[in-house]
């Protein structure tokens, strides 16, 4: 397949720094996170085994499509992804862990063209793509993915909800960043309302509307609480999330000032912190068949 990255323009991720070390981290942590916490990496699907040929599209790091590859070794797959950063750690990772002989990673653009033949994979994949994919990007991203899959084939995306979960103890200022998070995603496109619904909800009837048959749902509450290890990732990914996410949400909530984001940060982190510290966020898996 060719691999040279086509010329690096601004792309529409909520990160512009397509080399920042801090969202290469935390996207491995949340990879990790969300797929443990979803119980498993397709555990909506009855049988995985019948899959041959996988397509990971926006894949980041690569810990979910290298994940596929370790767990069934009878696939051969491809994850894309606009970053070269992203794609060359990926490389490295799957090099470790031996799987490098059936994993390939591309740069790619993914919002341009899926540069693959048609009916090609028999699972399209597209987890977590809130970030890049603006409300207006779907009927073209759905019909790209529908073409590179063969008939019977399916075609998932997988995404959370737009805020950083629901907290059972007062959290006030994870609370307000979340409430700011969400009014950037809406004001910069990425959500069809306002709301942290505002993708997932819309995910069924986006797949149903753009050609794909016996689209199915599956709601995955994935809970993060003080004292276990879930708790610990959460801390870890948000930590750096305020900071990868700074210039995004200042540009697009038109809220806080700099100086009011931070000590927002500092003290939601503190409440991550805290003892009784317990948040479940909810993660979406909308799927069709080709
Ligand atoms: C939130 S991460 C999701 C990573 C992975 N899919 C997961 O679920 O763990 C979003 C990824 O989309 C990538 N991305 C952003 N814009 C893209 C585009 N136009 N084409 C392909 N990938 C893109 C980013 O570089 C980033 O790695």
Same mark, same amino acid.
């Given at each position: 397949?060719?691999?040279?990255?086509?010329?690096?323009?601004?792309?529409?991720? =909520?990160?512009?720094? %397509?080399?920042?070390?801090?969202?290469?981290?935390?996207?491995?942590?949340?990879?990790?996170?969300?797929?443990?916490?979803?119980?498993?990496?397709?555990?909506?699907?009855?049988?995985?085994?019948?899959?041959?040929?996988?397509?990971?599209?926006?894949?980041?790091?690569?810990?979910?499509?290298?994940?596929?590859?370790?767990?069934?070794?009878?696939?051969?797959?491809?994850?894309?992804?606009?970053?070269?950063?992203?794609?060359? =750690?990926?490389?490295?990772?799957?090099?470790?862990? &031996?799987?490098?002989?059936?994993?390939?990673?591309?740069?790619?653009?993914?919002?341009?063209?899926?540069?693959?033949?048609?009916?090609?994979?028999?699972?399209?994949?597209?987890?977590?793509?809130?970030?890049?994919?603006?409300?207006?990007?779907?009927?073209?991203?759905?019909?790209?993915? %529908?073409?590179?899959?063969?008939?019977?084939?399916?075609?998932?995306?997988?995404?959370?909800?737009?805020?950083?979960? &629901?907290?059972?103890?007062?959290?006030?200022?994870?609370?307000?960043?979340?409430?700011?998070?969400?009014?950037?995603?809406?004001?910069?496109?990425?959500?069809?309302?306002?709301?942290?619904?505002?993708?997932?909800?819309?995910?069924?009837?986006?797949?149903?509307?753009?050609?794909? %048959?016996?689209?199915?749902?599956?709601?995955?509450?994935?809970? =993060?609480?003080?004292?276990?290890?879930?708790?610990?990732?959460?801390?870890?990914?948000?930590?750096?999330?305020?900071?990868?996410?700074?210039?995004?949400?200042?540009?697009?909530?038109?809220?806080?000032?700099?100086?009011?984001?931070?000590?927002?940060?500092?003290?939601?982190?503190?409440?991550?912190?805290?003892?009784?510290?317990?948040?479940?966020?909810?993660?979406?898996?909308?799927?069709?068949?080709?």
């Amino acid at each position: 397949m060719q691999n040279e990255p086509k010329k690096e323009i601004t792309g529409t991720y =909520y990160v512009q720094d %397509r080399k920042s070390l801090q969202e290469l981290e935390r996207l491995t942590i949340q990879g990790q996170m969300m797929t443990r916490e979803m119980g498993g990496l397709l555990p909506e699907q009855e049988d995985p085994s019948r899959f041959q040929r996988v397509l990971d599209i926006a894949c980041g790091p690569g810990e979910w499509i290298i994940e596929m590859a370790r767990t069934y070794p009878h696939m051969t797959l491809i994850g894309v992804d606009i970053s070269s950063s992203m794609i060359e =750690y990926a490389r490295e990772q799957a090099r470790v862990q &031996h799987v490098d002989d059936r994993v390939e990673f591309l740069v790619m653009d993914a919002l341009l063209i899926l540069e693959f033949p048609a009916v090609f994979f028999d699972l399209v994949n597209l987890r977590c793509c809130v970030g890049f994919m603006r409300t207006w990007d779907w009927p073209k991203m759905i019909s790209e993915m %529908r073409r590179v899959t063969r008939s019977g084939g399916i075609v998932r995306v997988a995404d959370a909800e737009a805020e950083a979960g &629901h907290t059972r103890n007062a959290c006030p200022a994870l609370t307000q960043f979340s409430t700011l998070f969400c009014q950037a995603l809406y004001e910069a496109g990425h959500l069809f309302e306002a709301v942290p619904s505002g993708l997932t909800a819309h995910l069924v009837p986006l797949l149903q509307r753009h050609g794909c %048959r016996n689209v199915q749902t599956r709601t995955s509450p994935m809970i =993060y609480q003080a004292g276990e290890p879930s708790g610990e990732a959460f801390y870890r990914d948000m930590k750096r999330a305020f900071q990868t996410l700074r210039p995004f949400i200042l540009k697009w909530s038109g809220k806080p000032q700099k100086d009011e984001y931070e000590s927002l940060c500092q003290q939601a982190l503190e409440e991550i912190q805290g003892s009784d510290f317990y948040n479940t966020w909810n993660m979406h898996t909308a799927w069709g068949i080709k």
